[in-house]
């Protein structure tokens, strides 16, 4: 979400919003602005927003340092935002040299937490890192795999020929521990590796919320139940009627 940004126009309610009003928003509003569904060109951007949004506002600290501040100081925003660059080896610099993703969000189920094939979708914070070099570019980059379930690469572009970027998006997953998480992205320029702290906080999901984002109560398992359950009313409709005739 933009700095300058209100979270409660973003979503569209009162400031004195219940938690309730705040979650029906969010979800209103993904379903209208997931680029899965809307081809609008700034689709991903708005979908993203109103995710920042929801992350402030459903954070009881970071809303009161919102209404507080009015997003003019503190982490209330987007703490990966607020950046400073770093250099982590000779002629190497990284920007930001940590990234806080703050309390993570859940990932919304079903379609709205798919991706057309090869085509990322922003669906949870996300947080730009970028690396720069002086001299000539490196003719390898490699980057390191997540350690944790909760955080991933979206897409890497290359604005120049001194540069990469590295967009990376956080979320909750079914099953994470709740509590405070650590990891770390490691990019090897040629033989020279740079690496960027990553911290997030996980909420407490409830355990039938935290199956119902993760898909299990929507996915195969549950698909699998009601086919067990087509067949029994199937069985019964042919014993009942052969008991008819």
């Known amino acids: ?108 189920p079903g379609l709205f937490a798919s991706s057309r094939p090869g085509v990322p979708r922003p669906n949870g914070i996300i947080a730009a890192v970028a690396v720069s070099w002086t001299g000539a570019p490196p003719g390898r980059i490699r980057t390191s795999q997540p350690e944790g379930a909760w955080w991933t690469i979206l897409r890497t572009e290359r604005p120049d020929s001194s540069s990469v970027v590295f967009f990376l998006s956080a979320q909750v997953d079914a099953g994470l521990p709740a509590g405070p998480q650590r990891d770390k992205l490691t990019v090897t320029l040629d033989n020279t590796p740079v690496t960027i702290q990553l911290t997030a906080k996980i909420p407490d999901l409830p355990a039938t919320r935290s199956a119902f984002v993760s898909g299990t109560v929507w996915g195969t398992p549950a698909l699998w139940l009601l086919g067990v359950a087509g067949l029994l009313v199937l069985w019964l409709f042919i014993v009942v009627t052969g008991g008819l005739h």
Not at 30 to 44: E, G
Not at 73 to 95: D, F, K, L, N
């Open 1 to 108: 979400m933009a700095l300058d940004s209100d979270p409660y126009a973003v979503l569209g309610v009162p400031r004195d919003a219940t938690d309730s009003q705040i979650a029906q928003a969010r979800l209103r509003l993904s379903r209208k602005y997931h680029p899965d569904v809307n081809a609008a060109p700034d689709a991903a951007a708005r979908f993203d927003e109103v995710q920042q949004a929801f992350n402030v506002l459903r954070d009881p600290a970071a809303r009161s340092d919102y209404d507080r501040t009015g997003g003019h100081q503190g982490t209330a925003t987007a703490p990966w935002e607020h950046r400073a660059a770093a250099e982590a080896a000779p002629g190497i610099s990284v920007e930001p040299a940590t990234v806080d993703f703050g309390l993570l969000p859940a990932k919304l």
